[in-house]
């Protein structure tokens, strides 16, 4: 879970030859190692029809989720995994090669980047050894950096939080991602760090949704957070969303690690939508003959639908949707049943008794007892011998 572009700093491969983890299929591999927001290049080994050329811009990742794209304007032979030193302000900082090709295009039209713009920045050239070493170097130093920063800010008693810290490729300059609730005064925040770091600051105010996919960890599924895998667009969650899918309003439950409703809340909830379509209006009270009985609770998979009377509140009466359909039904015309389920008279089932004697296959229970023949004495001989012995 961890790579030379994560947080944790750790190599996974990608650095060392140039070649992503996972199959090592030259870049054409969706499983790049442990790389966020990884795309499987589904157009690499097609060739470009005769005459056109292949797109000029490419998409390369930096530390965590960032991702930018640069025109590969010499232009080198690159695919993905390749470490590449691009046009940064000052200087030049350090990346890995994302995606190539035409797949460049469509996500530039799907992120509103204009592929003819003079402000897309340019790469310089494939890193070199001192490249990556010096770029290692960086990555090294943010951790340690981050909770000094964190010391700093919190000696100046400022309402923010420092997530994380990213340094530039050459050392030159150095971005500070913090969350704060409010608008707050760093200015001489940025003076204690450009003094004590001794490299240009950059502070990036980020969202807690944005913390979460920067940091990373594990949900409640136990699967990586899908922030920080593959989710790019972070939609609006209310709790609405959790009542159409029959979920306890439960904050405690319902939040991720940003501390807001979970994105997985919106997932399956058109599917929810559609199925609650055939469902009545849960509002709807059902009138029988012993009162007004109205709803508690949904099964939505199993299409039921909970009841309870008035005056019966412990009470809970399990009713198909297709009974409640026909109940209104029938308080529509005016007429009320006797009771809410339906009267189904069942004859009692007849109890066949088991066979015993039988009941493993075998013939009889004294198949092993020996036939007694005829007592070569008749019963007369002996009772006239009782009587001589007496």
Not at 3 to 26: E, V
Not at 107 to 136: C, F, G, L
């Amino acid at each position: 879970m961890a790579c030379s572009g994560c947080s944790t700093g750790r190599g996974c491969g990608t650095a060392s030859n140039q070649l992503p983890g996972g199959c090592r299929n030259n870049g054409s591999c969706g499983v790049g190692g442990c790389n966020k927001l990884n795309v499987f290049d589904w157009l690499a080994d097609m060739e470009a029809p005769g005459g056109q050329k292949t797109f000029d811009c490419v998409e390369v990742r930096f530390k965590n989720s960032r991702k930018e794209f640069y025109r590969n304007s010499n232009p080198f032979s690159l695919k993905a995994g390749d470490v590449v030193a691009v046009e940064a302000s000052p200087g030049h900082d350090i990346g890995i090669v994302s995606l190539t090709g035409e797949l460049v295009r469509t996500q530039m039209k799907r992120k509103n980047v204009n592929p003819e713009s003079s402000e897309i920045r340019k790469i310089y050239r494939i890193a070199k050894q001192t490249d990556i070493d010096k770029w290692k170097e960086a990555q090294d130093l943010e951790q340690e950096t981050m909770m000094k920063a964190r010391t700093m800010a919190r000696f100046l008693k400022l309402q923010m939080k420092i997530s994380d810290v990213e340094y530039q490729g050459d050392k030159s300059k150095a971005i500070f991602y913090y969350t704060a609730e409010g608008r707050v005064d760093f200015r001489q925040l940025i003076k204690d760090f450009a003094s004590a770091f001794k490299v240009r600051i950059e502070m990036k105010q980020i969202t807690l949704r944005i913390e979460a996919s920067r940091v990373g960890g594990i949900g409640d599924c136990g699967r990586e957070l899908c922030c920080s895998t593959w989710l790019t667009d972070f939609r609006a969650v209310n709790t609405t969303a959790a009542r159409y899918q029959q979920l306890s309003i439960n904050p405690i439950k319902l939040a991720g690690q940003c501390g807001k409703l979970k994105c997985c809340l919106n997932y399956e909830l058109d599917s929810y939508l559609d199925a609650i379509k055939d469902f009545p209006n849960p509002e709807i009270k059902l009138e029988t003959q012993n009162g007004w009985a109205f709803h508690m609770k949904t099964d939505i998979f199993r299409r039921k639908m909970w009841y309870v009377f008035e005056n019966e509140r412990g009470v809970f009466i399990e009713l198909p949707v297709d009974r409640v359909k026909e109940v209104i039904a029938l308080n529509k015309a005016g007429k009320k049943p006797e009771e809410l389920r339906t009267v189904q008279v069942l004859s009692a089932p007849k109890i066949k008794e088991p066979d015993y004697q039988n009941v493993v296959g075998q013939d009889s229970i004294s198949r092993f007892d020996r036939n007694k023949k005829g007592s070569s004495r008749s019963p007369k001989r002996n009772a006239g011998r009782n009587r001589r012995r007496r």
